[in-house]
Structures are given as structure tokens and as C-alpha cells.
């Protein structure tokens, strides 16, 4: 028996939202290679097709989309694109995200609303759409959230973040109660601080420094660690596993955030 087989993607197609860079880029390189066509959605074109040409360069298969998870007509019209290139989408990446840092009475209508609107409104709506498209295809899938350990304890600064990241925790739950009928799972993961191109600068400043020593393994995590379980939820490997939330923060939870 071929124990890793089950965490293999072939046949299976994956749109990964936020895929022009860190934490989506690197999923849509991981998912090509255990096997799966990978559709980049992002609203940076120039980006995702270049993350799209590495992974053909590479043997895989993908297709760059324009997509704006909080426009519900472009949503459609990236899924649209993907059926009709590769097949109905049965893997989903919720990996779209913003974050504005600012103290609560400094932030403006428009700073809280555009990260609820991207990290959990945009979240909900491709859930939405992709859902539909399974169903009517009568296939299963599984549907990925990308959380953030800040949806589970607080952080000074971070108040619109932490509450769309905790909604992304419960939003997981409550889809994956209503769809489980349908075949389709739906997990969360909640990432502890990785290093990327949008933070690495800080980790080197004294205050970036600072929050490392409170981790308890005194690091920041690498991307590759998150491949596990990726590959776990989004493959037969994880077939039941539903509304689970899986951490990743090298024990950061335990300690001082």
C-alpha cells in the first residue's frame, strides 16, 4: 500500500486566491507539484502570471486569472475562465488578505471596512460561488480558509484584522456544517508569523526581534512548513476532516503574542 498516495492531486483543479505572492504563491507552487492545475487569482496580473509562467517552466499546469474577491462579477468570470481551461474547481485557497495596522480610534471607515471586506466578505463569496459550481457539477472538494493565529488571541494594532481573521474561524465551521452533504469540506488554517517579502525588514528591526524571542521555539516559521498541512486538508488525506482548524505558529498560542 502507497501510504503517500492519498495526499496526491492529480485530476484535482485548485484556485488559489491572494497567488500573487507570499503565502498564495508559494500554496500554487506546492499544489502543482503534488499534481493538481492551478488557477493564481489576484488583481496583480503582471505578478500572477509570472508565478504562473515558473510553475510551467517547471512541469506543472496554470492559468493566471484577474480576480478581485470583493467584486462578486469577477469572481464569477475567474471561475468562468478556470472551468472552461481546466474544469470545474474542486480545490479551493482563501488565501486573499490585507491588513491595516492601526490603533482602533485612529482607524477610518474605509481602513476597517476594505479588510473585513477582503479577508472575510471576499473569503465567503468565493466559498459562495465555488460551492455552487461543485454542486451543480455533483462533485466534491475541499475549501481552504486561510486564517491567522490573531483570529484566536489579540495583538494591539490589529483590531479589523483580528475580527475578520476570528469570523474566517467561525465562518469555516458554519460552511462546513451546511455543505458537508454535499461532499464538500471545509477547514481552516491559522498560520503563527512566516517570513515574506511584505515583512522581512521588520523582522529584523528590534521590535521584529523582540516578538521572535516570544515564540517559544524562538523563530519564525519557514513557508515549507505549512506544506503538510496544506497537501493534508486539501487532499483524500484529510477525506474526514471537515470544520477543523489546524495551527501552525511553532507554539506561538502558548505564550505572549
Known amino acids: 500500500m502507497d501510504i503517500l498516495k492519498p495526499f496526491s492531486l492529480e485530476g484535482r483543479v485548485a484556485l488559489i486566491t491572494g497567488a500573487s505572492s507570499g503565502f498564495g504563491r508559494?500554496?500554487?507552487g506546492v499544489l502543482a507539484k503534488?499534481?493538481?492545475?492551478?488557477?493564481?487569482?489576484?488583481?496583480?496580473?503582471d505578478r500572477i502570471q509570472s508565478a504562473c509562467d515558473e510553475i510551467i517552466d517547471q512541469g506543472g499546469k496554470a492559468l493566471a486569472v484577474n480576480m478581485d474577491v470583493t467584486d462578486t462579477d469577477s469572481i464569477k468570470a475567474a471561475l468562468d475562465m478556470a472551468q472552461e481551461y481546466f474544469g470545474v474547481v474542486d480545490v479551493v485557497i482563501n488565501n486573499a488578505g490585507i491588513t491595516?495596522?492601526?490603533m482602533l480610534l485612529d482607524l477610518s471607515d474605509d481602513e476597517w471596512n476594505s479588510v473585513i471586506d477582503t479577508n472575510l466578505n471576499g473569503l465567503a463569496f468565493v466559498t459562495r460561488e465555488a460551492s455552487k459550481r461543485m454542486i451543480a457539477a455533483?462533485?466534491?472538494g475541499s475549501i481552504i480558509n486561510i486564517a491567522s493565529i490573531v483570529g484566536e488571541r489579540v495583538q494591539k494594532a490589529l483590531t479589523n484584522y483580528a475580527a475578520s481573521k476570528a469570523g474566517v474561524i467561525h465562518f469555516t465551521k458554519a460552511a462546513a456544517l451546511e455543505l458537508a452533504r454535499n461532499d464538500i469540506r471545509v477547514n481552516a488554517i491559522c498560520p503563527?508569523?512566516?517570513?515574506?517579502?511584505l515583512n522581512s525588514a521588520w523582522f529584523a528591526t528590534d521590535d521584529g526581534q523582540a516578538l521572535i524571542q516570544r515564540i517559544p521555539t524562538r523563530r519564525i516559521?519557514?513557508?515549507?512548513?505549512?506544506n503538510g498541512p496544506l497537501l493534508l486538508l486539501?487532499?483524500?488525506a484529510g477525506s474526514w476532516m471537515t470544520g477543523s482548524t489546524l495551527t501552525v505558529d511553532g507554539g506561538h498560542l502558548l505564550s505572549d503574542l
Not at 516559521?221 to 505549512?226: P, T
Request: aromatic fraction near 8%.
Open 26 to 28: 508559494h500554496f500554487a
Open 34 to 45: 503534488a499534481g493538481a492545475k492551478v488557477v493564481l487569482g489576484a488583481r496583480r496580473a
Open 100 to 102: 491595516i495596522p492601526k
Open 138 to 140: 455533483n462533485v466534491g
Open 192 to 197: 503563527g508569523y512566516f517570513e515574506t517579502e
Open 221 to 226: 516559521g519557514e513557508l515549507d512548513e505549512l
Open 234 to 236: 486539501a487532499s483524500e
